[in-house]
């Protein structure tokens, strides 16, 4: 039988413990606040001050994300306009299905309503997540998110599109998203890139590049070299274009990168603030 990883360190275990009522609290209150239109004052906000200044967070169909301000950014700013393009829209209620705490470490399961304003209807997303939380400031130190079955979310609602636009093959499916997308994300990086964060010469250049060099994506690769990965950044170039307008240019500005394999995604050593492990 294997034995419990001696990750518990004389740190860990001086540290505070939260009661399971103070950590229910918290994570209630980082969802009211994901929620729309709670996120776009988070998202005003900046940085949150929900968040500890050296949080930490990974998303399995994204990637990692250090800081205050970045994780505001992406937390909230990420579903916070619903006229924006987007398969899933934003998070208008939610419900806590599965939790356990214990220390400062909670586990949640979590089934938000999505508001898909693209398809008028309401989609459930399920987002299983391990968090911590510094006890002292209450703040949000880490957070470890998986959001559940979305290959079979995205076949869906790519067959619903199929039927929208009387399409005969998902490659008709795959042309129409891959117009819409590279249109919407030269829109933005023609309004928020100029000057020394232009990505591309100009707009038909851009749509040339996004159609031609760079694929689509599937549902796992939002942060890799892909449209999906770019389009979920152009959101953040209003915010701070000398960050993000790289993001959404040819060279991905590391975040839109080909730069792990399967391994070494699942391998990755990333958390540092906090044990996923009680004290015993």
Same mark, same amino acid.
């Given at each position: ?27 209630? !209150? ?9 996120? /776009? ?20 169909? $994204? ?19 619903? *006229?924006?393009?987007?398969l899933i829209g934003v998070p208008v209620s939610y ?15 979590? /089934?938000?309503?999505?508001?898909? *304003? ?14 911590? =939380? ?16 979305m290959d079979f979310l995205f076949a869906e609602l790519?067959? @619903? ?11 008709? /499916? ?9 249109? $919407? ?8 890139? !100029? ?15 996004? !159609? !031609?060099? /760079? ?5 796992? @690769? ?12 152009? @959101? ?39 044990? =996923?492990?009680?004290?015993?």
């Open positions: 039988m294997e034995k419990i990883p001696q990750v518990l360190t004389s740190a860990a275990k001086k540290a505070a413990s939260l009661s399971v009522e103070e950590l229910w609290k918290l994570q209630t !209150t980082i969802w009211d606040n994901f929620l729309y239109p709670a996120n /776009v004052k988070q998202i005003q906000s900046i940085n949150s001050t929900l968040f500890a200044p050296n949080i930490q967070g990974r998303v399995d169909i $994204t990637r990692t994300f250090d800081g205050a301000e970045l994780n505001t950014e992406y937390i909230f700013g990420l579903f916070a306009d619903p *006229t924006k393009l987007s419900n806590i299905t599965k939790f356990a705490a214990t220390d400062n470490i909670v586990s949640a399961s979590t /089934v938000f309503m999505f508001n898909a *304003t693209m398809f008028g209807k309401l989609i459930p997303i399920t987002i299983d997540t391990f968090t911590t =939380f510094d006890p002292e400031t209450k703040q949000l130190t880490q957070y470890d998110a998986t959001f559940k079955w790519y067959a @619903e599109i199929g039927t929208l636009i009387h399409a005969n093959s998902t490659d008709q /499916v795959d042309a129409y998203l891959t117009n819409i997308m590279a249109q $919407t994300l030269c829109e933005a990086h023609s309004a928020h890139c !100029t000057g020394a964060d232009q990505q591309y010469a100009d707009a038909t250049s851009c749509y040339n590049y996004l !159609t !031609t060099q /760079v694929r689509l994506g599937q549902v796992y @690769e939002l942060g890799r070299n892909t449209l999906w990965c770019r389009l979920m950044h152009a @959101e953040m170039l209003q915010y701070r274009p000398s960050v993000h307008c790289p993001h959404v240019g040819p060279s991905g500005g590391g975040m839109c990168v080909d730069d792990q394999t399967y391994a070494e995604k699942v391998l990755q050593n990333y958390f540092t603030n906090s044990p =996923f492990i009680p004290s015993l």
